[in-house]
């Protein structure tokens, strides 16, 4: 959400940077508005400090047993309450037009933000790790004898397309995966474990962005709740409403969670395989800092879900967002994307965010520098740290044998009995 007395003080500038996100000049459709709402709540102010005054002027009169015009009084009274009436409706109106209006409008960008108009001007930052030359033509994941009880047909029958079942070792390898990234941040990162519900309400959608702007994108049930696209819902949401003290910042959390995702708009996009589901499961980071250092805590935030690629020795680019093709909420973005040698490309697998205060102004999250301070809203920064079913596909066609096999990164091991190898058939060895 916007700050209006920021739009207000300098609407030019406020225009600049949405122009840089492609989005047209709004700043004199929103002072209109607010021009409007601040007259009717000027002239509402006046008429209820004029019903006080008349309502003092009869009782005073009343009490000094001066002569009254009960009659006119009244009516006077009820004009001016229905005068009221009116302009509280009027008033609320465009307040609730001026919400409207500003809630739609996606964050402004950080000033370094590259500028371009979608996914081919974004900015390479820098490669990691060696693409290992296979002396054979590498598979896509859902190829890989090793994998072949990734059961998409099951999954159809039971839930419909973009639904996987994982059987056997490649299941096991799956909650591997899970296992390592979380005790990865636990243990090495100093990021602190929540369990979330991926049931929440309708505000907590809003409260990150991803109402209503977004509804298509999610899935509502008949009762009102809405399946989370992401933990970075109910994490953020965790400090909705609140006032914390500057000594608990910055406070870092993760969760390992099931998301879903209506995935509107990507018909036809990457319908085989497991890379674009319904139903996932991903580790998520989220971060609540002071202003002064969220761009810090964006540097460490991205390092920390590196850390996981480099250990399961997976060649990755990093990638800065260009201000076309960032997220609603985010000022500020690096997207981390794994070489997958059976597509021969770069495939996100982690997008880490800076959302500023753009995010807790909607949830009204601050935190005071002193007990005697005013408050100040939170930054809040979200990234994924990883996509589990993204990673698997990686682990998969990265480590995959001219036999058919899958080799476990040494990293895994351990969560996999010793196993070096998931064989042919899809079981340890």
């Not at 930052?125 to 693409?131: A, E, L, R, S």
């Not at 100040?376 to 596909?393: D, E, K, M, P």
């Amino acid at each position: 959400m916007h700050d209006i007395k920021e739009i207000r003080n300098d609407p030019k500038k406020f225009d600049q940077q949405l122009k840089k996100r492609n989005v047209n000049p709004l700043s004199s459709s929103i002072l209109k508005i607010d021009a409007k709402r601040r007259k009717k709540i000027e002239s509402l102010e006046i008429l209820k400090a004029s019903v006080n005054s008349l309502s003092k002027d009869f009782g005073r009169n009343k009490s000094l047993g001066k002569s009254i015009n009960e009659k006119k009084f009244k009516e006077e009274i009820q004009e001016k309450k229905i005068k009221i009436s009116k302009l509280e409706d009027e008033s609320q109106k465009l307040e609730t037009d001026l919400k409207t209006l500003l809630e739609n409008i996606p964050n402004i960008c950080s000033l370094d933000v590259p500028e371009g108009f979608g996914e081919e001007d974004n900015v390479e930052v820098y490669k990691w790790g060696g693409i290992k030359k296979m002396t054979f033509d590498p598979k896509q994941h859902f190829n890989v004898p090793a994998a072949s009880d990734i059961d998409f047909k099951s999954a159809a029958k039971i839930s419909g397309s973009r639904f996987s079942v994982l059987l056997g070792g490649i299941a096991t390898l799956h909650r591997a995966i899970s296992q390592f990234m979380i005790d990865k941040h636990i243990r090495d990162h100093e990021l602190k474990e929540v369990s979330v519900p991926v049931l929440v309400k309708d505000n907590i959608m809003y409260g990150t962005g991803q109402l209503p702007k977004f509804s298509t994108e999610s899935y509502k049930t008949s009762n009102g709740w809405w399946l989370i696209p992401t933990a970075e819902v109910p994490l953020t949401n965790l400090m909705a409403n609140s006032i914390i003290n500057y000594e608990e910042l910055p406070i870092r959390l993760c969760a390992v969670t099931q998301c879903f995702r209506s995935e509107a708009g990507s018909a036809g996009k990457d319908t085989t395989g497991m890379l674009r589901q319904h139903q996932f499961e991903k580790v998520e980071m989220v971060t609540f800092s002071s202003p002064e250092n969220s761009t810090k805590e964006h540097l460490r935030m991205t390092n920390c879900a590196e850390n996981i690629l480099k250990e399961l020795e997976l060649p990755f680019r990093k990638v800065e967002l260009c201000s076309g093709d960032l997220g609603f909420s985010s000022k500020k973005t690096y997207d981390l994307e794994v070489w997958l040698p059976g597509q021969k490309k770069y495939r996100e697998i982690s997008s880490i965010s800076n959302c500023g205060d753009f995010q807790s102004r909607r949830m009204n999250a601050r935190y005071r520098q002193t007990p005697e301070s005013k408050p100040v809203f939170l930054h809040t920064l979200n990234g994924s740290g990883l996509a589990v079913g993204r990673c698997l596909i990686a682990v998969i066609e990265n480590n995959q044998t001219i036999d058919g096999k899958i080799e476990i990164p040494k990293c895994l091991s351990k969560y996999l009995f010793g196993a070096k190898y998931l064989n042919k058939e899809g079981n340890l060895e």
